[in-house]
């Protein structure tokens, strides 16, 4: 997630054009990583629907302006402002799921989570160029597509538990798929996977040198995906990641985010210390209902399922304090250092856990 610089508000936010049979949409925030907004995901399932109804169009790709990357998330620093003021309220006025639901932020969700559902049933050839920093929300409108396309440069995360938040835009749903608890790990850890990680992980389809890709692009236009795929589409490199995998699937199996550090901390390796490390600086609260979070989403049955699930989530983490101040340690301030309350995993209490997870007004829950 990141913030938006004032002078991107002055250009389109998103571009897109027709050529022939290939329809392209691009994220057109260079600077600021193409955060994503309200606006954009309105945009995108605007022409998303168009397209799905002409015949001229054969595929659709989406792709981010600039070589920094895909999308790194949302506009976070709107987000701040909402769960400042949500969380930030007396107990004798606190705010409640219809305060939340009503916030800009939770507005922008809906219809986040909406648009995922979508492009997961897109009928058509929906080709995601996940090239650069893929997070958040743009794991969202890309890990979700039909042809996922990966690079040399692609960094892709879940990185919210670092900032009192939890994995949303059905990462939940996409994680818990994910072989021998990896899913597990990057949420917790909010590690990055390289490219050649998300193809081994089963979070993208095919890779492409970043050399290449406005050579795939162009070759769309006359092409099917599957002929410009086998034009350009190369064998990735081996994963480095999945060369842990015996003991991260021992380790992330753990019933509890204590017992999967006390885990870590048994192995005595380095690299399992330095894990464990990572996880106890993030928000103990998020880690805990990030972790349930997962474990509910695999045996959800539809990706539906778990964005409604994640709405409710989001909602009440707006409600938590640990959103405004992780947000606020690392973007506002910028001082990496936050106060979570409570401070430690042992005091994350099941009662406040459960609250995330409670049904919603019915004229607030996600409809999908």
Known sequence: MTD????EQQTPSVLSFVSGSAAT?????????NALDHEMAGILDEHLRAWEADDSVAAVVVAGAGERGLCAGGDIVAIHADAQGLSGRDTENSATDADAAACGSAVFWADEYRLNDYIARYP????ALMDGIVMGGGVGI?????TRVVTDRTRLAMPEVGIGFVP?????????RVPNEFGTYLALTTSALSGADAIALGLADHYIPAVALDDFRAALASKSVADALAAYAQTPPESALVEQADWIGEVFAQDSVPEIVAACRALGTSEASKVA??????????????LRSLRKAKT????????????RVSLRSLLHPDLAEGIRAQVIDKDRNPSW????????????VDEFFAPLPDDVELNI
Request: proline share 9%.
């Open 4 to 7: 938006v610089p004032p002078q």
């Open 142 to 146: 890309s890990a979700h597509g039909n």
């Open 168 to 176: 949303d835009v059905g990462g939940t749903h996409l994680l818990a």
């Open 341 to 352: 309350r409570p401070a430690s995993l042992d005091d994350v209490s099941a009662e406040t």
């Open 25 to 33: 949409l691009v994220l057109n925030r260079p600077a600021s990583i």
């Open 277 to 290: 490390d990572k996880i106890e600086s993030k928000s103990p609260t998020a880690l805990t209902v990030a």
């Open 124 to 127: 058509k050839p929906y080709v």
């Open 300 to 311: 959800s049955a539809s990706l539906a399922d778990s964005l409604r699930r994640e709405f």
